[in-house]
């Protein structure tokens, strides 16, 4: 028997993921918005300056963490409505492969 996901499930998904990426970075994106754009954009809103140089500090660990355990694959950093940051997240595990010399 096949299931089919709804819109509703979907979106119920996504809120987790994105929920569960919140609880690993909990000092730093508990005080952000986060809102998805589509299914492969995080956008991250910060009220404060030091939050996103704290974001900044630890990106590679944050990029990793966004492509694990929500999959998406582009994460944008804003500050004052304006984007200060956007990378793809996929490219820090690039990175990693090709300093390990490992591949899939």
Same mark, same amino acid.
């Given at each position: 028997?096949?299931?089919?996901?709804? =819109?509703?499930?979907?979106?119920?998904? *996504?809120?987790?993921? %994105?929920? +569960? $990426?919140?609880?690993?970075?909990?000092?730093? !994106?508990?005080?952000?918005?986060?809102?998805?754009?589509?299914?492969? =954009?995080?956008?991250?809103?910060?009220? *404060?300056?030091?939050? %996103?140089? +704290? $974001?900044?500090?630890?990106?590679?660990?944050? !990029?990793?963490?966004?492509?694990?355990?929500?999959?998406?694959?582009?994460?944008?950093?804003?500050?004052?409505? *304006?984007?200060?940051?956007?990378?793809?997240?996929?490219?820090?595990?690039?990175?990693? !492969?090709?300093?390990?010399?490992?591949?899939?």
């Amino acid at each position: 028997m096949k299931t089919q996901l709804t =819109t509703q499930d979907l979106s119920l998904l *996504e809120g987790l993921r %994105v929920k +569960r $990426l919140r609880q690993r970075f909990t000092k730093s !994106l508990g005080l952000c918005a986060l809102h998805l754009e589509g299914s492969d =954009t995080l956008i991250v809103h910060c009220p *404060e300056p030091w939050i %996103v140089d +704290r $974001l900044l500090n630890d990106l590679d660990r944050l !990029l990793k963490a966004i492509w694990i355990v929500a999959g998406i694959k582009y994460v944008s950093i804003c500050y004052a409505e *304006e984007e200060i940051y956007r990378a793809k997240t996929r490219s820090i595990r690039q990175r990693y !492969l090709s300093q390990s010399g490992k591949g899939c």
